[in-house]
């Protein structure tokens, strides 16, 4: 089985430029997350879909950040402009099953540095 | 606000040696607990998943506890090995199928 796949693995910018990071959870996985993990800290929820739509996206900058999740499949997390604190690992992360049985499979991540 | 606190923050032990970690969380409604593991540079591996209504679960040389009424769980490492290396981090999930996660215990296990 394939798991969570995630691109680009590092990006590198400066501040104010924008940057997209694509996910492609495991086939038929309903639920994906993106998570923001900054260095030294456990992950932070952004955003959570179910199929194509928005469950949960109260963490989410609004004012910087945004995803997508087309055709309930692969997701896209973008942020324009950025800033010198979004440095971190953008980790994207589906679920199968029904309800909270299943576990939760995590991709290798998409770091980003903001200079 | 649930809260998840790990502790401690670094730990290093011989191999062989059996050891502890420690997660304690503030709101004790939850439905599950989860123990990740990540490597350097990497993503989260799923160790194990308690379920609110199950007391400890095992894989392995693996075995977690969880006392959902003191707000606490315990990942114990037998015989643990140089592989073992790793970060664990612990995650409980509420409502809305959210999951909380702590900043995680930094294991090493010298040879």
């Known amino acids: 089985e394939a798991g969570v796949a995630q691109s680009p693995r590092y990006k590198i910018i400066e501040k104010r430029q924008s940057v997209a990071f694509w996910c492609n959870p495991i086939?038929?996985?309903?639920?994906l997350y993106w998570y923001q993990q900054i260095l030294g800290q456990g992950p932070k929820l952004l955003i959570q879909?179910?199929?194509?739509?928005?469950?949960?996206d109260s963490q989410l900058p609004k004012d910087r950040f945004s995803a997508e999740r087309l055709k309930g499949v692969d997701s896209t997390l973008k942020i324009q402009p950025a800033k010198l604190e979004d440095s971190a690992v953008y980790l994207c992360?589906?679920?199968?099953?029904?309800?909270?049985?299943?576990?939760?499979?995590f991709g290798e991540g998409s770091r980003l540095t903001v200079l | 606000k649930q809260e998840v606190t790990q502790i401690p923050a670094a730990l290093s032990v011989p191999e062989g040696e059996n050891l502890v970690l420690n997660c304690s969380f503030t709101?004790?409604?939850?439905?599950?607990l989860q123990w990740f593991r990540q490597d350097p540079g990497k993503g989260l591996t799923s160790l194990l998943l308690?379920?609110?209504?199950?007391r400890e679960q095992t894989s392995g040389r693996l075995n977690a506890s969880l006392d959902k009424s003191s707000g606490r769980s315990t990942l114990y490492i037998a015989a643990s090995q140089p592989g073992d290396s790793a970060t664990y981090l612990c995650?409980?999930?509420?409502?809305?199928?959210?999951?909380?996660f702590g900043k995680g215990t930094k294991l090493t296990v010298n040879p």
């Open positions: 086939s038929g996985h309903a639920t």
């Open positions: 995650a409980v999930e509420g409502g809305s199928e959210k999951l909380v």
């Open positions: 709101d004790s409604a939850i439905y599950n």
């Open positions: 879909f179910q199929n194509n739509g928005v469950v949960d």
């Open positions: 992360a589906s679920r199968g099953g029904t309800g909270r049985t299943g576990e939760l499979f």
């Open positions: 308690i379920q609110s209504s199950q």
